[in-house]
């Protein structure tokens, strides 16, 4: 048979290939050519033939075949042989597979051989790819090569040795002699594995971490020696003393200094000359620079220690390296909890930032900068976030957009500049706020009841300009619904009033109606602003007709609406001034939405109905029995014991006029009428001295955690209802620690028979990500009998475009609550 090809032949002719078929069939032929080789126990060029099946194994192609040969190559007493073979161990062979085991033997007497080669080979080999198995087995060579006085073999036995330890934890105890005198080494090499070695170790044992923290001052002894020493060939680069080996010794007195005070206090000066004496003008210089700031922000360093470091984060964000700039980024955005007035001094230079083309800069550059906000620089900060807001991609509006919210509610100067704010975040993001803005913003005009003028003009104006940004046109319906005779009357007093007639108005939320750019929502709410015109307006007549058309609209939900409204018309026109009334002011329990929010017809919407505006109880029974089925059924949002009973003077046509009506406000002027004994009495609640949601008892129940899996977190807060103490009022608060927003966010709850359960409707479907806020919901719960109370929960969201289904079982619930 004539002599294989050699390697470099082959590599020659596979690069000829013109074609991917062609360097197919040429691979095939001469695997072929090594299958007949092989059968036929051919050792003179069983070394060649591996080598080139490992280069036919690098270009992808199958080379399993070749795995025994690798294993009678490593048993031959030729060095070349046992370097090829070892080499085809590690490439073709793993711990998955059995014939791995059978090396096991001959890496043994390997380890043990005359020749350092022969033994460096056995140690990378082992270090490379040894199961645990084989780790158990050869430990203890490798561990008496780790005590030989060669440095040659130290370096590779302290490098084997970690992969035993990650293999087989237990066997860590045997390497601790060993790495007495390791680190008294002057040979690099062993210096560098040393530290690996002694990195590994104190990660995987707190016992190690105690033991080896009186190696400190070794340790900055020999990082010392590094920083002072001069100029050595065989270890500098770009002018530094052996970078990779002071990044080593760097990370592991990181983890030594991390929560001791007296390792902390031992490294504090070395640092501190690493930070100062280190050369910035080349990467080296600031990759030792980086692990230096880590290590000072890591251990209990000292504050002047922490602002050098801070400062070096600040000199790397104006580096024309992006790598650097978002390395800094990263790692101020970790310390800014800890040393805000420190980064505070770098807040122009990441600004800045905000207008880099790198996208990953750019977001870490926005997440940075609301971390930064605060009271005293709020006004400057959010211009820059405005103007970022402004020109940015689509892909950071929504997450910029909820920031300002966020910044905006918590350290708005004054209610006009939060107002303006947030308009100004609506007319120029408004298609990519979150869902919940659009209630949030309304509740922050209801309760500043001194600019009401001057936010319905600005909505009006804005509304001219454009109503392609569907929350900003919702917003503004509904505050012209509410204040439209505001507009009207010119009081606006923070700016010049504009002049507008009832006409003008009509016609501009018509021509939302019939607009195309106007989603089924924001058509609801421009039928329900112009239908509260009707008690503030002269041009009733035309509001009538127009209710009257979409009454045959195809939109159901719009249709339903006009219905409703028409029959508010013509059968209850008595109770529409009541019914239409403004709103009242809306308490605020949770950061990120509105106490009471409710669902009308689809959409969010706050509720249009307050207890405290309806008429003086002088009505016949009768009408005060219309009032009841007006709101009443199933939508009371109460516990009901007893499903009402249907008086007859509302035949068979009552009907929900508004959706969901929530009997949130105020007392009313009156005690409530009396009604016939056929209504539960329940359904008075809303109707008397007390309202529903402001006559929670301030006994303190202690709050629960309900659920804590996967990043989301549901919490439990107590109150109990004055009128009824065997009503539990529990609201969960739905957190997120996750980094992505959970969506379409369910929460489901049941009880067992001899309670009685209400859900009422949540702030948001949407948990913010990293704890950005969160989603509260209102559960009810009737006790009568006073029992031990307990709850099974189901959790439906999704993350990462992945669907998320959870049950949990809730039986530590505090005493208090149900007692």
Not at 3 to 12: F, H, M, Q, V, Y
Not at 624 to 637: F, K, R
Not at 654 to 662: I, N, Y
């Amino acid at each position: 048979m004539p002599a294989p090809i050699r390697l470099r032949e082959l590599i020659r002719t596979i690069r000829t290939a013109r074609t991917q078929a062609e360097e197919r069939e040429m691979i095939q032929k001469e695997c072929a050519a090594i299958r007949s080789s092989f059968r036929e126990e051919d050792n003179t060029y069983r070394c060649r033939n591996v080598a080139k099946l490992l280069y036919m194994h690098m270009l992808g192609y199958p080379a399993h075949f070749g795995q025994l040969e690798c294993l009678k190559l490593i048993a031959s007493q030729k060095f070349t042989d046992k370097r090829i073979g070892y080499l085809g161990a590690m490439l073709l062979l793993d711990e998955r597979q059995d014939v791995h085991l059978l090396m096991t033997n001959c890496i043994k007497n390997d380890l043990n051989h005359s020749t350092q080669y022969v033994q460096g080979l056995a140690l990378c080999t082992l270090g490379c790819m040894g199961s645990s198995e084989m780790c158990r087995d050869l430990a203890g060579e490798v561990e008496k090569l780790l005590k030989t006085s060669n440095s040659y073999l130290r370096k590779k036995a302290a490098l084997c040795a970690v992969h035993v330890i990650r293999k087989v934890p237990e066997l860590m105890e045997m390497f601790l002699p060993a790495t007495k005198n390791l680190l008294s080494e002057k040979n690099h090499g062993v210096l560098h594995t040393s530290v690996v070695l002694l990195t590994e170790m104190c990660e995987r044992s707190p016992d190690m971490l105690s033991h080896f923290r009186k190696l400190v001052p070794q340790l900055v002894r020999i990082l010392k020696n590094l920083i002072m020493s001069g100029y050595s060939p065989e270890h500098d680069v770009s002018g530094i003393s052996d970078p990779f080996l002071q990044v080593r010794i760097l990370r592991l007195l990181r983890i030594l200094g991390k929560g001791d005070d007296d390792s902390s206090e031992a490294m504090n000066d070395i640092l501190a000359q690493v930070a100062t004496n280190t050369e910035t003008s080349k990467n080296v210089g600031n990759a030792i620079l980086y692990e230096t700031v880590l290590t000072i922000m890591d251990i209990k360093s000292e504050s002047g220690l922490r602002v050098l470091a801070i400062n070096i984060l600040g000199r790397f964000l104006l580096n024309n390296d992006k790598n650097i700039r978002y390395v800094a980024l990263t790692s101020l955005l970790k310390t800014v909890q800890t040393d805000h007035n420190a980064v505070q001094r770098h807040r122009s230079t990441i600004v800045d930032c905000l207008k880099d083309l790198d996208v990953s800069i750019k977001r870490r550059a926005m997440e940075l900068s609301f971390a930064l906000v605060n009271g005293n620089n709020i006004r400057g900060m959010m211009k820059e976030l405005l103007y970022f807001l402004d020109s940015c991609d689509p892909e950071f509006k929504a997450d910029c957009a909820s920031g300002v919210f966020l910044a905006a509610e918590k350290y708005a100067p004054s209610k006009r500049w939060h107002i303006d704010t947030i308009m100004r975040v609506l007319t120029t993001a408004g298609s990519y706020v979150r869902d919940d803005s659009v209630p949030n913003l309304i509740q922050l005009i209801t309760n500043s009841v001194e600019m009401h003028a001057y936010t319905v003009q600005r909505l009006y104006k804005a509304l001219l300009d454009d109503i392609s940004q569907q929350p900003l046109v919702q917003v503004a319906s509904w505050c012209i619904g509410e204040y439209g005779d505001l507009l009207v009357s010119g009081q606006c007093e923070e700016e010049e009033p504009i002049q507008v007639t009832e006409d003008e108005v009509l016609d501009v939320l018509e021509g939302l109606l019939v607009s195309n750019l106007s989603t089924p929502v924001t058509r609801g709410y421009s039928l329900t602003a112009i239908m509260k015109l009707s008690t503030r307006f002269s041009s009733v007549n035309r509001i009538k007709k127009v209710v009257s058309i979409y009454g045959s609209s195809i939109d159901v939900e719009l249709q339903q609406r006009a219905v409703e409204y028409n029959a508010l018309f013509k059968k209850y026109d008595h109770m529409r001034p009541a019914l239409l009334e403004r709103m009242p002011i809306m308490e605020k329990t949770a950061t990120n939405g509105p106490t009471e929010i409710v669902q009308t017809n689809g959409e969010t919407e706050p509720s249009v109905v307050e207890t405290k505006h309806l008429p003086p109880v002088t009505q016949p029974a009768n009408q005060a029995n219309d009032l009841l089925d007006l709101l009443g059924g199933n939508d009371v949002p109460v516990i009901q014991t007893t499903m009402p009973t249907k008086p007859a003077s509302a035949g068979g046509e009552l009907l929900d006029l508004l959706g969901d009506l929530s009997l949130s406000g105020g007392p009313t002027p009156a005690p409530a009428p009396s009604v016939p004994s056929s209504q539960p009495s329940f359904l008075l609640d809303g109707l008397s001295s007390q309202p529903l949601f402001n006559d929670i008892a301030t006994a303190a129940i202690p709050p629960m955690t309900a659920y804590n899996k996967n990043g989301l977190k549901i919490d439990f807060t107590f109150e109990r209802a004055n009128p009824n103490p065997n009503v539990a009022v529990i609201t969960i608060h739905a957190s997120n620690s996750a980094d992505a927003d959970m969506t379409e966010f369910v929460f489901q709850a049941a009880v067992p028979k001899t309670f009685q359960l209400q859900l009422l409707s949540p702030s948001s479907n949407v948990v913010p990500a990293l704890n950005q806020g969160t989603v509260t919901q209102v559960i009810r719960v009737l006790n009568p009998q006073k029992q031990q109370l307990r709850m099974r929960i189901k959790l439906t969201y999704t993350l990462k475009g992945s669907p998320v289904q959870d049950l949990a079982e809730v039986n530590n619930f505090p005493p208090q609550s149900w007692q």
